[in-house]
Structure formats: C-alpha cells, structure tokens
Nanobody, 116 residues
Framework: VQLQAFGGGLVQAGGSLRLSCVAS????????MGWYRQAPGKQREQVAIITSGGGTNYADSVKGRLTITRDNVKNTVYLQMNSVKAEDTGVYYC???????????WGQGTLVTVSS
C-alpha cells in the first residue's frame, strides 16, 4: 500500500485547511485510515482515525475543530482543519492499517504551519 498526502501549507490562526491522502495498492475493505502529526521536538501523536465503515476517533485536542472523512471509492482520506491553532503546527502523516493486522503503512508527511 502506498500513501500520498497533499494539502499542507501555511495558514493563519483561526483559518482552515484541508489535507488529503490517497491510498493505492492492495486495499481491502476492512481497514483504518488516519492522520498523525509530529510537532517540532515532540513525539508523533494520533490526530484522528476513521474505519472503512465511517467510525471515527479524535484526539481530545482537536475535537470540534478537525474532521476526518473518507471516500472509499477514491481510497482517499481527508482531514478538514477549521479554527486552527498554533499548536496544530507540525508534519501530518497519513496512516493505513488493515483490520486484524498490526502492520502500518505511512505516507511521506505534509507540513502544516499555523501562524499567529
């Protein structure tokens, strides 16, 4: 499975940005896709995940501001970022995992910088 992320950039605090990640390769129906981020000097953390059935889970810090969705026909996961804050700055990585497997695939990362 290959993952390619798009959409990072510079955004002002309070603004919006949408990230996209396209998955290609051997993609089976039951899977998780998600977004993780790594801020400078910090460990990578989970931002949001979504199952192939549409179930979602969010980090407390992003609830109500960031929304994860997916298009199973296009094998694409999105992260809509609204009301962004300086602490949302970081490299955002797309993640893919099959249900029942512990192996994870990662995209190349896309940088989001929030200016105050």
């Amino acid at each position: 499975v290959q993952l390619q992320a798009f959409g990072g950039g510079l955004v002002q605090a309070g603004g919006s940005l949408r990230l996209s990640c396209v998955a290609s390769g051997s993609i089976f129906r039951s899977n998780f896709m998600g977004w993780y981020r790594q801020a400078p000097g910090k460990q990578r953390e989970q931002v949001a995940i979504i199952t192939s059935g549409g179930g979602t889970n969010y980090a407390d810090s992003v609830k109500g501001r960031l929304t994860i969705t997916r298009d199973n026909v296009k094998n694409t996961v999105y992260l809509q970022m609204n009301s962004v804050k300086a602490e949302d700055t970081g490299v955002y990585y797309c993640n893919f995992r099959l249900v029942g497997s512990s192996y994870e695939y990662w995209g190349q990362g896309t940088l989001v910088t929030v200016s105050s």
